[in-house]
């Protein structure tokens, strides 16, 4: 099976592609963002800095890598949703593991990212991603998960001035990344808008 890469800015649907690749594939989803905020002894400086949009240290993020990419479930193949974020990580991940197969980069436009990170609800049970200004994303009851019941909840980095930032140090830290990938002869960008077409698009990649 594929080992994928997704990079794209905030909102774009990294988490959303990759929960939709993995129940096709059988993949496992590697999101680094989900692994910090899901650690629940995740110390006041790291909260702080994922509050403020800036990158946790590299080194702490490889830990963080290196051990998920140890356990046995990765065989079959996963999607690493939110790594590399630098060139340093990217340079470092060729140490940890060979075989990336495919990058995917989703390209979307920064007005079209305000919305969906202004609009995105989360549930607090199992995690399944809504969106309140996207009639085809609502929730049936506003606050309340369709899957689960549970609560649904608001990230603290979703909010437009922490989102600028988030931006911000995409477009300087992350995006030369993609030139990265793209001299390797892995990248490919999809400029889609809509949520079905940019997932039949990456399928099409796939095969
Ligand atoms: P992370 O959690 O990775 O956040 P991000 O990169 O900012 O990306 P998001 O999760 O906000 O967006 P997404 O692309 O997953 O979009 P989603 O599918 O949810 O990182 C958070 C923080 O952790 C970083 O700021 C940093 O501090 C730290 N961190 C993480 N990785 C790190 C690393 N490698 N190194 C250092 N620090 C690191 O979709 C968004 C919304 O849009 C949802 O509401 C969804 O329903 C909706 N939506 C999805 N697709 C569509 C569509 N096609 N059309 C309309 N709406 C859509
Ligand atoms: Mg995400």
């Given at each position: 099976m594929k080992n994928l890469?997704?990079?794209a800015p905030p909102g774009a649907g990294k988490g959303t592609q990759a929960k939709m690749l993995c129940k096709k594939y059988n993949l496992v989803h590697i999101s680094i963002g989900d692994l910090l905020r899901s650690q629940t002894d995740l110390?006041?400086?790291l909260k702080e800095k994922i509050k403020k949009g800036v990158l946790i240290d590299d080194n702490i993020i490889f830990e963080l890598l290196k051990n998920r990419l140890n356990k046995d479930d990765i065989k079959n193949g996963f999607i690493l949703d939110g790594f590399p974020r630098n060139l340093n990580q990217a340079i470092g991940l060729e140490n940890i593991i060979k075989n990336i197969d495919v990058v995917i980069y989703l390209e979307v436009p920064k007005k079209e990212l305000e919305n969906r990170i202004?609009?995105?609800?989360?549930?607090?049970?199992?995690?399944?991603?809504?969106?309140?200004?996207?009639e085809k994303l609502r929730p049936t009851n506003n606050d309340i998960?369709?899957?689960?019941?549970?609560?649904?909840?608001?990230?603290?980095?979703?909010?437009?001035?922490v989102?600028?930032?988030?931006y911000d140090t995409y477009i300087k830290e992350t995006q030369p990344v993609l030139e990265f990938y793209k001299k390797q002869e892995k990248l490919y960008t999809i400029n889609l808008l809509d949520k079905d077409e940019i997932f039949n698009e990456i399928v099409?990649?796939?095969?």
């Open positions: 890469i997704l990079i110390n006041e400086s202004i609009g995105r609800i989360i549930c607090s049970n199992c995690g399944h991603v809504y969106n309140s200004l996207i998960c369709d899957i689960c019941n549970s609560k649904l909840e608001k990230r603290i980095d979703d909010t437009l001035e989102f600028e930032k988030r099409r990649i796939l095969k």
